[in-house]
């Protein structure tokens, strides 16, 4: 079964760091490009970051550029978000989904399937 | 605001048939590039629903349908069934910002 579960949210105070983890199963991770989504209470879905199989693409919205770093270790089937500086905008549940189809750059019009079950993170004084 | 824009709810009863768009512009919808769309139920993650405009992935039931037309894109649900009740998300990209991109969200009640 392909699986992905998040883990390593949590409450923070504003500009504190937190670092969340994917953690890969059932499919061939190193394959794949993955993404961050996040969804503040109550709100919609926002896209946050994007990988590629082997780390040579990477994106990120303008509203966490510069604060958060994607990446991936692929022999041990994980993805990661280290956020920095974090406000008290970031806070949302995120999801790690990845890109449907191999072999992508990532980032682009590739739709997201699986998604996993989501981490809180909180960022509140 | 949501670079695709969705009604924020629609509702229909049950056997019924809803119709929910997302409408965009030509840096992403318009622009050919495809649109794809997500279900959440309540207090669990987004599964995906229609991919490509108009495919559905095994296990999706034919109840639900995807179109695409110049800078707007739609999901019909047909026979609406109580489980249907979600909400509904469009997902693109848009080369103007060189951005994933998501509608805002409608919320489907079934009444």
């Known amino acids: 079964e392909v699986q992905l579960v998040e883990s390593g949210g949590g409450l923070v105070k504003p500009g504190e760091s937190l670092r969340l983890s994917c953690a890969a199963s059932?499919?061939?991770?190193?394959?794949?490009?993955m993404n961050w989504v996040r969804q503040a209470p109550g709100k919609g879905l926002e896209w946050v970051s994007s990988?590629?199989?082997?780390?040579?693409?990477?994106y990120y919205a303008d509203s966490v550029k510069g604060r958060f770093t994607i990446s991936r270790d692929n022999a041990k089937n994980s993805l990661y978000l280290q956020m920095d500086s974090l406000r008290a905008e970031d806070t949302a549940v995120y999801y790690c989904?990845?890109?449907?189809?191999?072999?992508?750059?990532?980032?682009?019009?590739?739709?997201?399937?699986?998604w996993g079950q989501g981490t809180l993170v909180t960022a509140s004084s | 605001q949501s670079v695709l824009t969705q009604p924020p709810s629609v509702s229909g009863a049950p056997g019924q048939r809803v119709t929910i768009s997302c409408t965009g512009s030509?840096?992403?919808?318009?622009?050919?590039?495809?649109v794809h769309w997500y279900q959440q139920l309540p207090g669990t993650a987004p599964k995906l629903l229609i991919y490509?405009?108009?495919n559905r992935p095994s296990g999706v039931p034919d109840r639900f349908s995807g179109s695409k037309s110049g800078t707007s894109a739609s999901l019909a649900i047909t026979g609406l069934q109580a489980e249907d009740e979600a909400d509904y998300y469009c997902?693109?990209?848009?080369?103007?910002?060189?951005?994933?991109?998501f509608g805002g969200g409608t919320k489907l009640t079934v009444l």
């Open positions: 989904a990845r890109d449907a189809i191999t072999g992508t750059t990532g980032g682009g019009n590739n739709w997201f399937d699986p």
């Open positions: 059932g499919f061939t991770f190193r394959g794949y490009s």
């Open positions: 990988i590629s199989s082997s780390s040579s693409y990477i």
């Open positions: 030509s840096s992403n919808i318009g622009a050919r590039y495809d």
């Open positions: 490509g405009n108009k």
């Open positions: 997902h693109s990209y848009d080369s103007s910002l060189s951005d994933v991109v």
